[in-house]
Structure formats: C-alpha cells, structure tokens
C-alpha cells in the first residue's frame, strides 16, 4: 500500500499532464476503466501507436504524446509502482508497433529507451 500511496502524487502529474494534452482521449478512457492508471496508461499507449501506425494524428499530438511518455519514464525511475505502470502499459503498446516503434526511438528520452530497450530483450 505505500509504493501506492507514493505513486499517486507522480501518477496525479502525470494524469493532468494527459488530461492538458489529450482531453478527449482522456475523458473517454477515464469513463471506461475508471480510477485504474495501468488500464488508462495501456490504453494511452495503444492510442499514441494506433496514432502512428495509422498516421492519423499531426507530429504535434504525437510529439505531446512522447513528452508524456517522457516525463513517465523520469517518474519511474523513482518509483517501482510507476514503472511497472511505464513499462507493462504505454511500452508494450509501442514495442508491438513496428512504426510506433521506429518513431519512438526518435522521440524518447535516453532514460524511456532504457526501459524500452528492457522490453525488446
């Protein structure tokens, strides 16, 4: 319960960083999973890959989409509960993407391409 309660301050970051960036997203899937992070952040991840696979989305969203990703990765590194959200939702969505995945190791930050880098192996 304490790696929970530490998380929630970053994870609360996080979500109004998401919330400022993809509001439409964000609504839809809080009204869909509710208060679980790891359902809202998998299916984050799985939108920001359909996104570049399907090309359907300007660089800009796209480029929000990897800054949040980004600003994740800085939480998890401090975090067990927040990486474990990281890795096991938004970058498994985007190592299962040949584009999204191509384009993610332009965009990432060196400390997100570790763990990404920790997915593929």
Excluded: C, H
Excluded at 30 to 54: H, N
Excluded at 98 to 118: C, E
Aim: hydrophobic residues 40%; glycine residues 4%; without cysteine.
């Amino acid at each position: 319960m304490r790696n929970l309660k530490s998380a929630k301050p970053r994870l609360t970051k996080l979500s109004r960083l998401l919330k400022r960036n993809f509001p439409d997203f964000y609504a839809e899937a809080k009204f869909q999973v509710g208060d679980d992070d790891q359902s809202l952040y998998a299916r984050f991840g799985q939108y920001l890959a359909r996104s570049i696979e399907t090309a359907r989305a300007p660089k800009q969203k796209i480029n929000q989409g990897f800054n949040v990703l980004n600003k994740m990765a800085e939480a998890a590194n401090d975090d067990p509960y927040v990486r474990t959200v990281f890795v096991s939702g938004p970058l498994e969505a985007i190592v299962d993407a040949p584009r999204a995945l191509a384009y993610a190791r332009t965009k990432l930050s060196p400390v997100a391409q570790a763990y990404l880098d920790g997915l593929k192996e």
